[in-house]
């Protein structure tokens, strides 16, 4: 099991967030204004796999051409190398953050964050399987919850809330900045600011 931690992810992570929700955001609105009329007519499971096939093409297209983006298309599913770390899968959350898989054995391993068995071409056997996740919300279904979740068999070893967007850092201007009488501007961190667990 290659599971790397919750820090090592904001850190390797962090700048594709903003891509991350930008996929989850695109991907369900695409569904509900394409399907809305009909959407009494699909099940859950499969309006799941639309939302699910929507936000992975639409990361597809924001990633796509990036350095070090891998893009897998195999076994009728995406799968997004970031980097030699990590594996990212898009999948619908209940509200523990665990996904809904296929019991196949490939899914299976997935889900333990086991790569030495799943045999899906250019995936580094040590990277750490990341699920990309939306949450339902029924009253409002343009707005998902979103999450980032590294599975850990029963479950998640850790998870990021992406649906809060950090806040700008506290920005301090001291008078006197320079020799010239000119401003100086201190961007101060928020250190009390962390992602969910």
Known sequence: MAVRGREIA???????????????VAGTAHFWTAYEA???RITTVCRANMIRCFIADELKQRLDGKSGIKIIEDQQTTAICLGHNWLLKVHK???ECHAA????QTCLDL????????K???????ATVVFLGYIEILGDRL???MRLSCPDGTKPAWVIDLSEVPELPIVEIIGGGDQQGGTKVVVKP????KSSQ
């Open 111 to 118: 889900n333990d964050n086991d790569l030495y068995e799943v």
């Open 10 to 24: 904001d850190t390797e992570l962090n700048q594709y967030f903003d891509d991350f929700r930008g996929a989850i």
């Open 38 to 40: 009909d959407a009494y």
């Open 93 to 95: 959350f209940d509200e």
């Open 143 to 145: 707005h998902p919850e």
């Open 120 to 126: 899906l071409p250019g995936i580094p056997e040590d």
């Open 190 to 193: 928020d250190k009390g600011k």
């Open 101 to 104: 898989i296929n019991r196949t």
